[in-house]
């Protein structure tokens, strides 16, 4: 069966700081994978998309970007953290295009 | 754009009560997602709905994609403590993007 995985889980970071954040996938091959925010009060927001290693779409202009080294590996990075970055990171992976999604723990973040 | 409305953004039932909760789009739905929050973890997927007039359970939940698939409701029978949570809805709003409803809280009293 499938998993994903998330870490760290939870994060407190000052403001300026670097950012990093891992997602990987067990049981699967070449899954379209995505991050997500979710900021209280809102719903989730698409961040980053990718279809292949290497291949990253980006959907909201921000400080963040993204890089997938491996198959089933996602990683999300800033290299200075806003107090608007803070909010709960969702990363998610879907076999085909307009299936259903499958998500991770999730990452708090706080960014102080 | 395309964007999911939900209602009610809460709700609290007794034990036993039946409930609902809808999500309409702006647009046609292609396939529409429904997903179970517990507070501060990830989402877990319920079911999915593709045809206009499909219903689909799981357990005492089920779901309906209306004819015009512009509109579906997630009905609990009989609710547990256990069915507590965020329901959120999701569509497909274009090639590998996904948009989400802002989410139904749902509280049940023992």
């Known amino acids: 069966s499938q998993t994903i995985h998330q870490w760290p889980a939870t994060l407190v970071q000052p403001v300026g700081s670097p950012l990093s954040l891992e997602c990987t996938v067990e049981?699967?091959?070449?899954?379209?994978l995505y991050w997500y925010r979710q900021a209280a009060g809102r719903g989730l927001q698409l961040l980053f998309y990718s279809v292949g290693i290497g291949q990253i779409s980006s959907e909201v202009p921000q400080n963040l970007s993204a890089s997938r080294p491996q198959d089933r590996q996602f990683i999300l990075s800033s290299k200075k953290l806003l107090l608007s970055d803070s909010g709960f990171y969702l990363c998610?992976?879907?076999?085909?295009?307009?299936?259903?999604?499958?998500f991770g723990p999730g990452t708090r973040l706080t960014v102080l | 754009s395309q964007e999911l409305e939900q209602s009610p953004q809460s709700l609290i039932v007794q034990e036993g009560k039946n409930l609902t909760i809808n999500c309409t789009s702006s647009?046609?739905?292609?396939?529409l997602y429904w997903y179970k929050q517990k507070y501060g973890e990830g989402l877990i997927f319920l079911m999915m709905?593709?045809?206009?007039?499909e219903e689909k359970s799981h357990e005492k939940i089920t779901a309906k994609l209306d004819e015009k698939k512009q509109q579906s409701s997630l009905h609990i029978t009989a609710s547990q403590p256990s069915h507590a949570g965020i329901y959120l809805c999701?569509?497909?709003?274009?090639?590998?993007?996904?948009?989400f409803g802002t989410g139904t809280r749902l509280k049940v009293l023992a």
């Open positions: 998610a992976w879907s076999l085909l295009e307009f299936t259903e999604q499958f």
């Open positions: 049981g699967t091959s070449n899954p379209n």
């Open positions: 999701g569509a497909a709003s274009g090639t590998y993007k996904y948009i």
């Open positions: 647009k046609t739905l292609y396939g």
């Open positions: 709905l593709q045809k206009g007039g």
